[in-house]
């Protein structure tokens, strides 16, 4: 069975603090993919990085980084110097290799404070 | 501009009665699918199709229905047979790789949220 879990349901930083939102996958498949979606209070789902399970390198994108270790089934996600836009609930997702369903955890909602 | 378009953006629906919820994408994706989000909830998987004429019962089937009569549009019902149908809504598509077969990503549209009175 595949599960994605996302064991902080809320946190709350002052602006320009550092934040790390946690992601903890379960699957017995070789081949997978994960996923970290923004959802900002417009309701939209805004896609941010897709990750295969062959590629454990880590990735940067201006403020954002993402921290793929297959050891401790992780996928967490960085925000650095956090602004008031980052402000939404994000959400971290397993697909796997098969097809393209995605299994979507219960999100994180991330308050970030002026 | 590509991209996914639901709508309404709002719908009350009075109990009993069938209403119906549309998905437009422009993207050329062959896949598109239906979710249910409940307040501190996850996205749960309602129906999929993955290509026209063609769709599969996600999570959570129970109570509604889809149709594929076109690749650019999918629309969900929801019967009154959905016990609880009060929710947002999301429609997703994505291009479906010929080579891998999954794992692609999927891009949403703006939801609708449904109220029963």
């Known amino acids: 069975a595949q599960k994605v879990t996302q064991a902080q349901t809320e946190i709350s930083v002052v602006e320009k603090e550092d934040v790390t939102l946690d992601c903890v996958y379960e699957?017995?498949?070789?081949?997978?993919?994960l996923f970290w979606y923004k959802q900002p209070p417009s309701g939209e789902l805004v896609f941010l990085i897709r990750?295969?399970?062959?590629?454990?390198q880590n990735e940067i994108s201006g403020r954002y980084s993402w921290n793929f270790q297959k050891s401790t089934s992780s996928f967490n996600f960085t925000i650095t110097a956090s602004q008031v836009v980052d402000s939404a609930v994000y959400f971290c997702?397993?697909?796997?290799?098969?097809?393209?369903?995605?299994?979507f955890g219960k999100g994180t909602r991330l308050h970030i404070l002026p | 501009d590509g991209g996914i378009t639901q709508s309404p953006k709002y719908l009350f629906r009075k109990e009993g009665q069938n209403v119906t919820l549309s998905c437009e994408q422009n993207?050329?994706?062959?896949?598109m699918y239906w979710y249910r989000q409940d307040p501190g909830q996850g996205l749960r998987l309602i129906y999929y199709?993955?290509?026209?004429?063609?769709?599969q019962k996600g999570d959570i089937a129970e109570g509604y229905s889809v149709s594929r009569e076109k690749k650019e549009s999918f629309p969900l019902t929801v019967t009154s047979a959905q016990k609880n149908p009060t929710a947002f809504y999301l429609c997703?598509?994505?291009?479906?790789?010929?080579?891998?077969?999954?794992?692609?990503?999927?891009?949403f549209g703006p939801g609708t949220r449904l109220t029963v009175l």
């Open positions: 199709s993955q290509i026209v004429n063609d769709f």
């Open positions: 990750r295969n399970s062959f590629d454990e």
């Open positions: 699957t017995r498949d070789t081949t997978y993919y």
């Open positions: 997702a397993l697909s796997r290799g098969r097809d393209d369903k995605i299994i």
């Open positions: 997703a598509s994505s291009a479906r790789d010929r080579v891998s077969r999954g794992g692609n990503e999927q891009f």
């Open positions: 993207l050329n994706h062959d896949a």
